[in-house]
């Protein structure tokens, strides 16, 4: 079977934050978005889908000239169906996705890189951030997974409680 890893990039939530303008940038006055996105790209993954919504002209701006796919939120507030819009944005040959909040703590190139070659070698599995690191670390998921996800079963009943189809990891930030 042949796999392939996409990305998507959640930015769309941030403008819903009192604060938000303020995260656009990150510590190197660089935009945030930039350093999310070099990182991916720096891991060998290309096949990268920005969710974004209507008023984030600045985060479109920011990734002229990269090769992603940007989509555009326009209103939904379910994150399910966020992360489904960045999917279908994904080309269709994509077997496993990476769901990540631009804005959280940096994820490195090698966790991005340790994700996908997890997904080359055990396809059907997903891998979710431990506890306590469950805000703001990437996720990866079969995308027949997540569409039963989206469409409306629990994560206990799609895999089973114990089931060993659920791999919690933990991932490095680069703060």
Do not use: W
């Amino acid at each position: 079977m042949h796999t392939s890893v996409g990305v998507v990039v959640l930015a769309s939530h941030t403008l819903k934050k009192l604060s938000a303008s303020d995260s656009v940038f990150s510590a190197k006055n660089q935009p945030t978005i930039n350093s999310c996105v070099d990182n991916i790209l720096k891991s060998g993954i290309d096949d990268i889908a920005v969710v974004v919504n209507r008023e984030q002209l600045e985060i479109g701006a920011a990734l002229s000239g990269y090769p992603v796919c940007i989509a555009v939120d326009n209103g939904r507030c379910d994150a399910l169906d966020i992360v489904a819009l960045g999917i279908k944005a994904l080309p269709g040959y994509i077997t496993g996705v990476i769901i990540v909040q631009y804005d959280s703590p940096l994820v490195l190139p090698e966790n991005y890189a340790m994700l996908e070659k997890f997904h080359h070698q055990a396809p059907q599995y997903a891998v979710l951030p431990g506890y306590q690191l469950q805000n703001g670390y990437p996720a990866l998921f079969p995308i027949e997974s997540y569409h039963a996800i989206s469409g409306g079963l629990m994560m206990d009943k799609l895999i089973g409680q114990d089931s060993d189809q659920l791999h919690a990891g933990s991932m490095t930030a680069n703060a």
